[in-house]
């Protein structure tokens, strides 16, 4: 007997795990709908009985866990605790100091570091619950859509364990990212399109061939997946969590995974309140804003530097709206621009090389600071959710090449 339902989103219907995870079975079957160029309606959340964990584990001991290993506690994950192979599981470790605090500006500023992930990304955590459930039910291969970095992680876990993956992508992925997921072995789909399009592709071909989709907010587990990392800034600051968390946005589903984990801690009596949670896009990607302010969805095609918070219809829009508003948040948009300047900026201040996407939540901080909108004498966290290295082209655009000069001329110009 599972110790959890899935819930509706929207409807609120509650089923069985087996009636779901038996019958690939993704979205509500009263409301649930996955229209094109649109977010997706009847997304699951999966729910556990509270009270029943509030007698299993005490605030204390769960805070003497090592951070960056959720199987650790898999009472609060679609776990089969009796299946776990812990052998196979250390291949899914993430770091366990990923939490770090630096001086800026003469206020402290913390950091989560998901850069040294296996993959290199925050998807990791999503990639790895929906693997083990692939594992679990005796799945061997699984599909995802990606812009870049879902693609790779779910290639490099799959590759971890034995799986097979099958990726579709944009035209427009990044170099580095698309030779990721090809040196994984996984099968590679390159969409003449955009995220949207091919988002919808692998939908429509991994239902036909009967393929595990781990599209991101259509299958569950990617919501799931992506909590853990709310548990892992509640162990690592020993329960003091942070005032704010900036959180850069794109198809909505991370901002929801640590929007469903906090009121996880919440509902296990753990924290008092909830951090406010603040949505970062790009300007050329601002669906998620656009909606907080108007509660309308209006699509435009996503044109942004930023490629991995670049989706023109946002999949968890609707989740991701009210990660926002429940937790008294902000949604704001930032240009390429000031995402570049703050890559620049983490890189030279922190030591972390981040992708664009990660750069645009030290874009935000700097511009709500100035606005006065959050004060820097509140404990703001950061999420670095990917490595530098995935996107070249970036990096390029603000390092110029240097000039090779012979020994004589550095003898020259170094030691006169």
């Known amino acids: 007997m599972n110790n959890y339902i899935y ?17 690939f079975v993704y979205l509500c079957p009263s409301c649930g709908k996955a229209e094109k160029n ?8 999966i729910e556990y009985d509270y009270e029943e964990l509030r007698k299993k584990i005490k605030r204390e001991d769960f805070l003497k866990l090592p951070a960056g ?48 992930n296996p993959t290199f990304s925050y998807k990791d955590r999503a990639s790895g619950l929906v693997a083990l459930k692939a594992l679990e039910l005796g799945i061997t291969e699984i599909a995802a859509a990606s812009t870049g970095n879902a693609g790779s992680s779910l290639a490099g876990i799959s590759a971890r364990l034995g799986l097979t993956s099958h990726i579709f992508v944009p035209k427009n992925i990044p170099d580095a990212k698309r030779i990721q997921i090809q040196s994984f072995g996984a099968n590679i789909y390159i969409v003449d399109g955009d995220y949207d399009n091919a988002f919808d592709l692998c939908l429509e071909i991994s239902e036909k061939k009967k393929w595990y989709n781990r599209n991101t907010a259509y299958n569950p587990l990617t919501i799931e997946g992506k909590k853990s990392a709310a548990f892992d800034i509640f162990i690592s600051t020993q329960g003091k969590m942070p005032d704010n968390i900036f959180i850069p946005v794109g198809d909505g589903v991370i901002i929801s995974g640590i929007y469903k984990g906090l009121t996880e801690l919440l509902e296990l009596g753990w924290i008092e309140k909830l951090p406010k949670l603040i949505a970062v896009q790009a300007k050329g ?9 108007s509660n309308s969805f209006i699509y435009e095609s996503a044109s942004t530097i930023a490629d991995s918070i670049s ?11 009210k990660a926002v508003k429940q937790t008294n948040g902000i949604a704001v948009a930032v240009s390429d ?29 700097k511009n709500l600071i100035k606005e006065e909108k959050i004060k820097a004498g509140d404990k703001n966290l950061l999420l670095i959710t990917g490595n530098g290295l995935k996107d070249i082209s970036a990096l390029e655009i ?19």
């Open 398 to 416: 603000w390092n110029d090449k240097p000039l090779a000069k012979d020994y004589n001329e550095w003898t020259r110009l170094l030691l006169k």
């Open 7 to 23: 819930k509706c989103t929207n409807c609120n219907r509650e089923c069985n795990a087996e009636g779901i995870e038996g019958n």
């Open 285 to 293: 990607s601002d669906a998620i804003v656009r909606y907080v302010k």
């Open 311 to 321: 989706a023109g219809a946002p999949r968890n829009l609707y989740m991701a709206a």
């Open 337 to 365: 621009n000031e995402i570049l300047n703050a890559q620049k900026d983490i890189a030279n201040y922190f030591g972390i090389l981040s992708e664009p996407s990660s750069a645009s939540v030290f874009a935000a901080y």
């Open 69 to 116: 290993k959720f199987w650790l506690y898999p009472w609060l994950f679609p776990l089969d605790e009796k299946k776990l192979n812990f052998n196979v599981l250390k291949r899914l470790a993430l770091s366990e100091d990923q939490y770090l605090e630096y001086d800026y500006n003469k206020s402290k500023i913390f950091l989560m570091d998901e850069t040294r």
């Open 38 to 45: 649109k977010p997706l309606e009847g997304v699951f959340i």
